[in-house]
């Protein structure tokens, strides 16, 4: 079992960059699949990026190119860093992790554990 803990959530303007922050503690924590998803006001939480234990990773169309997933194992610290953040991107975000790979878009399954989410606003 993993306990997760965010950072790093503000107020950006679009254009703007900005990187979150989740800590993992628990046994076992570097075997586990990592991912960010995010969940617009109103709208349903999806997955956006993901970081496995081997470091593939794997992102949604509309942040590929723009947001980058990261893992550091010696810290046991996943990243997200976003850039060229857009009004579409305001949401609040979560870390996850799992101990099988997390697909992108929709997850219909149970997650392992979860950060406490942290708000990114970004205003045009």
């Known amino acids: 079992e993993v306990q997760l803990a965010q950072s790093g959530g503000e107020s950006v303007e679009a254009g703007g960059s900005l990187t979150l922050s989740c800590t993992v503690s628990?046994?076992?924590?570097?075997?586990?699949?990592m991912a960010w998803f995010r969940q617009p006001p109103g709208l349903g939480r999806v997955a956006i990026a993901a970081v496995d234990s081997d470091g593939n990773t794997r992102y949604a169309d509309y942040v590929s190119g723009r947001f980058t997933a990261s893992r550091d194992h010696d810290k046991n610290t996943l990243y997200l860093q976003m850039n060229s953040l857009i009004s579409g991107d305001t949401a609040i975000y979560y870390c996850?992790?799992?101990?099988?790979?997390?697909?992108?878009?929709?997850?219909?399954?149970?997650?392992?554990?979860w950060g406490q989410g942290t708000q990114v606003t970004v205003s045009s």
């Open positions: 996850a992790a799992d101990r099988s790979p997390i697909p992108m878009y929709t997850v219909t399954g149970p997650i392992d554990a």
């Open positions: 628990g046994d076992s924590a570097s075997t586990y699949s």
